[in-house]
């Protein structure tokens, strides 16, 4: 039998860390009446046909860090499920931002019921989800509760900043690798704060919730490039972020070789770019001496924060953790 890669390791790690809240959170969506219409029928369409196909790395999160401070993760399953519908709140949003038609070979609720049911139900979900926290955080002491609301805050307004500058670089020429890096960087406040949310679950002390934070933010960032990715080799996704989004990461690296920089434009820019002129994009683009430095320089941070964080280093219960970042990195 062929040994399983990390990335392999890595899904089967989040899936069984994580899948219950997406079984829970689709089962209170199914039996929840929201209204006599669309509203129901939309987030009923949103729990049977885009749920069951998420990753559920934000919950995982959650219980990869309860379980590295030395935590029970199952003390933070109801919170986790909580916080899954606040993150997919924020993804429908998005949707209606991006223009996001389709995802996993699905119609988005976006692409089914246009900009406007989907914004009513984005919210409904965003504010069901926070009374889903308050009931569920009973279990904790009134300090760790308003820690965990302060850092929802905070995540949220990072998240929303990030996403507003990358609206304004969307058109902007000429756009640099510093730039969008930045917008991923601040996008990875989400995976830094389920990180912190399983840290406070598994009553950590001060140095082990400075680590999950450090530790939630490479992951973040990791996982946003690793879409990055996933998406340059998507035409449809491609296609979509060519037009209404910044262009996946790998390309703007790319761009900045000027002997590639014209070679690429004319083929993604032009009208009849099609998916036969993927193959030829993708190989130009990660064969690049940017793009294989920017591989390169993942990896590094990578082995960096592995070296100096505890959480990583010395935990036993830190094992999984450790998997997932080298998962994203080595296999980019």
């Not at 080799?233 to 060519?242: A, T």
Request: aromatic share 6%; hydrophobic share 40%.
């Amino acid at each position: 039998m062929k040994p399983k890669t990390l990335t392999e390791i890595a899904i089967g790690i989040i899936e069984k860390k994580g899948n219950f809240a997406l079984v829970e959170a689709s089962r209170q969506i199914l039996q929840t009446k929201y209204d006599e219409g669309l509203i129901s029928e939309a987030l009923k369409y949103y729990a049977k046909r885009i749920f069951p196909r998420v990753l559920p790395i934000f919950p995982a999160l959650i219980n990869v860090s309860c379980e590295a401070v030395g935590g029970k993760p199952e003390r933070a399953n109801s919170v986790a499920v909580a916080m899954l519908f606040i993150t997919a709140s924020g993804d429908i949003h998005d949707d209606i931002i991006d223009k996001s038609i389709n995802k996993f070979d699905k119609r988005t609720m976006f692409g089914k019921y246009g900009p406007e049911i989907t914004l009513l139900a984005g919210d409904v979900l965003l504010t069901q989800g926070l009374s889903m926290f308050q009931k569920s955080s009973e279990s904790l002491s009134a300090e760790q509760r308003v820690d965990i609301l302060n850092l929802i805050t905070e995540a949220m307004i990072e998240l929303t900043a990030a996403e507003a500058s990358e609206i304004s670089l969307w058109k902007k020429r000429n756009l640099t690798p510093e730039e969008c890096f930045e917008v991923i960087r601040h996008k990875g406040s989400v995976a830094e704060l389920h990180c912190r949310i399983g840290g406070i679950m598994g009553s950590a002390d001060e140095k082990m919730l400075v680590d999950t934070k450090e530790y939630g933010r490479l992951i973040g960032i990791l996982s946003t490039m690793k879409d990055e990715f996933i998406d340059l080799e998507n035409f449809s996704e491609l296609k979509n972020r060519i037009n209404n989004e910044m262009p996946p990461y790998p390309i703007v690296c790319a761009l900045q070789n000027k002997t590639l920089k014209k070679q690429i434009l004319s083929i993604i820019m032009n009208q009849s770019f099609s998916e036969k002129d993927l193959p030829f994009v993708i190989e130009s683009i990660l064969s690049s001496a940017e793009v294989i430095k920017l591989k390169s320089e993942l990896k590094e941070m990578v082995e960096k924060e592995i070296s100096k964080n505890k959480l990583l280093k010395d935990s036993k219960n830190g094992e999984e953790a450790c998997l997932l970042l080298k998962a994203l990195a080595y296999e980019m």
